[in-house]
Structure formats: C-alpha cells, structure tokens
C-alpha cells in the first residue's frame, strides 16, 4: 500500500515540472521578476518531490534526503514568498536586496544540508524521515526548516490575502481574487499535508497534500492568469 504511494509525489513533481515552464514562457515574453522567483520556487518543488517519489519507491538514500530537506523542507516556500513580494512591492531596491538576501541564505542552506553529518542512518529506512531523526533534534540542518520556511509561509499566507483583501467586490478582477485564494489554499494544503503526514509518518497524508496543494496553486495561477475584463458602457443617447 505504502509503496503504491510513489505516484502521488511523481505527479506532484511533474505538475511542478509543468508550472514551471508556463512561469518561464511568461517571463521570457514579459520579464517579470515574480515569475522568475516562482520559476526557481517550483524546481525546487520539483527536486523535492522527485526525491521523495525515489525515497518512498526504494528506500532513502542520503543523497535523496538531503535534496528533498532543502528544496522542500527549507527552500522552495521562502522563493514563493520572494515571487509574492514582487507583486505587492513596487519599491525595486527593497526586492533587489530581498533577492540577494535569498541568494545568499539559499547558498548557505544548501551548504548546510549537504554537509550536515547523519546522526541516525536507521532512521532513513522510515518511510518519512523527520529531520530531527535523520540530523538531530537541535542541529542546524534541522533547525534551518523552522526558522526559515516557517516565517516565509506566513508571509507569503499574508500576502496572498491581502491582495485579495484589495480585490474583494469588483467583478472585473474575480478571477484573480479567486486565482490568488487558490494560491494560498493551495501552499496552506501542502503546509499542513507535510506537518501532519511528517509529523505522523502517514505517507498518504503527505503525498495527498502535496499533490493536491500544487494542482490548486497552478488552478489559482491560470485563473488569475485570465485577462482583466473591464464593463464598457453603452453611450447613452441625447435627449
């Protein structure tokens, strides 16, 4: 049953894989930064999943673990939030720092993670490995996935709201009130699939999640995606 599992992050990977290339046609043809910052947001999502899809297929290699803990576990939601910060912050030098601020710690992560020593090989043989488990209660690798992923769901959460708070009530921007609440639900869905499902070790629970959450992320996009239709009125005739 749990080795059935494996297709669930498979597909999650591949509708990441998917997302992905229509943000980078988007952004090749108009240039803009949020789609870029969410370009790197799912490939990391992608990575993520594929390693886990391995990781459930045939066992955890160390490899695997690191890849999906830093793309997944750490990374890949503070990049979203980067991308949401884009649409909501016009003043380009504080997205220009933000930008070389998340260069810079995603660098760090990733140095961190890959180098971390393994404190209980055993518990890779676990169908989801917890960081605590694998790293160490209290180590850095460990640790790294609450202080960074934790405060960048919140933010991108808030963003997300209060630009549909911004939108509420005029019919010509639906969609994108919809499409951007569809965002939100979709990474509040891989966030609690993941806390859960980890947390528990129930492998449908976080596979489910993370297929699910990735589907109405890409829903939310194409439907705020749709041209803004704006209401012509008809000129009234002279009396």
Do not use: K
Not at 27 to 44: D, E, H, I, N, S
């Amino acid at each position: 049953m749990l080795r059935a599992m494996w297709a669930l992050p498979l597909a999650a990977s591949v509708v990441s894989l998917v997302f992905a290339g229509v943000l980078a046609r988007g952004w090749v043809t108009g240039r803009r930064p949020f789609q870029a910052a969410w370009v790197v947001a799912l490939l990391m999502y992608a990575a993520a999943s594929l390693a886990l899809f391995l990781g459930i297929l045939d066992r955890w290699s160390e490899g695997e673990f690191r890849v999906y803990w830093a793309f997944g576990a750490i990374l890949n939601v503070p990049w979203l939030a980067l991308g949401e910060g884009y649409l909501l912050i016009r003043r380009r030098w504080i997205m220009a720092a933000a930008l070389v601020g998340l260069v810079f710690l995603s660098a760090f992560v990733i140095a961190q993670v890959r180098s971390a020593p393994i404190e209980d090989v055993s518990a890779l043989a676990h169908d989801l490995p917890l960081g605590r488990e694998v790293f160490g209660d209290g180590s850095t690798a460990h640790r790294l996935a609450q202080w960074i992923a934790y405060p960048a769901y919140v933010l991108l959460l808030a963003g997300c709201v209060w630009s549909a708070w911004g939108m509420r009530g005029r019919a010509e921007l639906r969609d994108r009130f919809v499409g951007t609440l569809l965002i939100a639900a979709g990474a509040t869905v891989v966030a609690i699939g993941s806390g859960i499902g980890a947390g528990l070790d129930v492998v449908p629970v976080f596979t489910v999640g993370l297929v699910a959450g990735i589907v109405l992320m890409f829903s939310g996009f194409l439907r705020a995606s749709r041209p803004v239709r704006v209401a012509v009125s008809a000129p009234s005739r002279a009396p």
